[in-house]
């Protein structure tokens, strides 16, 4: 099946820098991303809908100038955490839509932030 | 999108099927049933998923009821690297958008 890699897989930052993680679909093209947070012991909670050559759209409660997309190209998605604070700890994890036919979501491995 | 339940957690034994239940009494006419499950601190992995019609792959299969309020997810032979939350989300076809819900821990046992 298709690839979605993530980078860094894990990072520590200090508490008011900004932290940028990459997601790339390594084997097919994917104009949509999606961009999920999970909590410890929570579920994944979609953040925001990453489209290529267009601005993301976020969901209700997602703050856009914390969190900021890029979708560069086909198979890049950046999400950039501004002045990250302790609260902002969490899993992140990028997803983009198989095949028109099959309908399913390929998962990227997810990266753990840590903010001190 | 159509909310769904299922139960927190549950055991199974290795080498034996493990049956997950899910109950999606809402769901409407267009919506489809995939199932998803996230092994600890990885990215979700696509199962399976349907509409109507019960359906197998090489993880598993999937068995919905005919009023479609509910459905049952199928592991046929049970492994230790089965042991992960499954999440079953109720959406539509044209709808790539994922609502994961607690999801269902599910604990191998040797």
């Known amino acids: 099946g298709a690839v979605v890699s993530q980078h860094p897989s894990w990072v520590i930052c200090k508490s008011g820098t900004s932290v940028k993680i990459e997601c790339r679909s390594l084997d097919f093209q994917a104009t949509t991303m999606f961009w999920y947070r999970q909590f410890p012991k929570q579920s994944l909670m979609l953040m925001a809908t990453s489209n290529e050559g267009s601005k993301a759209t976020y969901e209700q409660g997602v703050e856009k100038d914390k969190f900021l997309i890029n979708h560069a190209s086909l198979t890049l998605s950046t999400l950039t955490v501004t002045s990250a604070h302790p609260e902002d700890s969490s899993f992140y994890i990028c997803?983009?839509?198989?095949?028109?036919?099959?309908?399913?979501?390929?998962f990227g491995p997810g990266t753990r932030l840590t903010v001190l | 999108d159509a909310k769904t339940t299922q139960p927190t957690s549950m055991d199974c034994a290795e080498g034996r099927a493990a049956n997950l239940p899910c109950n999606h009494s809402t769901i409407s006419g267009n919506e489809y049933v995939y199932w998803y499950r996230q092994i600890h601190s990885q990215g979700p992995q696509y199962i399976i998923h349907?509409?109507?019609n019960n359906e197998t792959n090489e993880m598993a299969s999937l068995i919905i009821t005919e009023d479609r309020k509910s459905s049952t997810l199928i592991l046929p032979h049970a492994t230790l690297r089965d042991t992960a939350v499954y999440y079953c989300i109720a959406g539509e076809y044209n709808d790539y958008k994922l609502s994961f819900g607690a999801g269902t821990t599910v604990t191998v046992r040797a």
């Open positions: 997803s983009a839509p198989g095949t028109l036919l099959i309908r399913e979501q390929f």
């Open positions: 349907g509409l109507k």
